[in-house]
């Protein structure tokens, strides 16, 4: 009876190796633990806000790209480019989630960025870049713009990539705009009886302030470079929209790259459909507002926005308005995030 009870010595030995061998084992190499517990998880991707205390959930961003190096800025892993996408309340990359460990090189340097699909090319330097087009025509909505976002550092008011270690899997993302917003708040003067419709507004630098064309954004710095100079933008729309004297809103926005230095003489140009009241037929005037009062420097995440007045007999510039780029559900437009 005792002995069905009790297990031998030698029976017990089997068991007794397999603790230790437990024992032994790394953090990386127990034996419990599948691989994808080493998945590298996004836990939250925001948008900062700049000096509001709170950040701003991307709820409109369903996917942002990541590319992981090691410190040597050799890519991380097999999979060292991939897609989170928000899936429910959480984001995830599925079976490519990649996995931070030390066969993989133990720290990863991580790189975020928006839209997820652009192609990222690995500089040996650590300048790794993704590509950028900045458009030099467009719409009063900027419906053939596209809104980039990257990594960004509250804390040191930097963009710049973050960095995961095995021991610390998670990542929480707060994104900006590299990227300027320029807007205009075009209203009719209250002395003008006519009905004026906005369809043109060329925006104009003299010393060529203005970058424009195909390039490079640098992941590390949120740098463009490779973009052309030009003397302005010009934003259209076929069918005009009416200007009314008490608006509150920007009713003409475009994103443009941020200058390398002040503009001293920015203007603007507007072509107007002037119609006098009771007549048929509207003549087409093109106005020509004064320069800005000081010289502008349009820096990433910031949104300018320029009001002018017009009437039947010229444009003026009376104001600009620049602050941190919020959300813009909160500013009455339909471009961006």
Partial sequence: MERNLRMSLKEWLPFFGM????????????LPQ???????????VSLYEGGTSTRVLLTDVDAVGLFLTKQNHAEYGSNPRCVYTRTGGGWSAGDNAPKINSANGDDATVYAFYPSGLTVTREASGNHTVPVSVVAADDFLAASQTDYLLNWHSSTTAFGPYTVTTSNRSLSLSLKHTLAKVSLRVLKSEAATEKLTLKKVEILSPTNRIQIGNGVMNLATGA????????????????GTVLATNSTAPNVTCL????????????????VDVLPAGAGTPAELVFETG?????????????????????????????????????????NTSIGI
């Fill in 256 to 271: 443009a790259a941020p200058m390398a230095a002040s503009e001293p003489l920015l203007s603007f140009r507007l072509t």
């Fill in 291 to 331: 320069v800005v009062g000081t010289p502008q420097q349009w820096k990433a995440g910031k949104h300018y926005v320029y009001k002018v007045t017009v009437d039947k007999m010229g444009g003026g510039f009376s104001g600009v308005q620049m602050e941190d780029w919020q959300n813009d559900a909160s500013q």
């Fill in 34 to 44: 599948t691989e994808d517990g080493y998945g590298l998880k996004l836990e939250s």
């Fill in 19 to 30: 603790v230790l061998m437990l024992a032994s084992c790394t953090e990386d190499e127990r």
């Fill in 224 to 239: 463009l470079s490779g973009l052309s100079s030009t003397s302005q933008l010009t934003l259209t729309h076929s069918a």
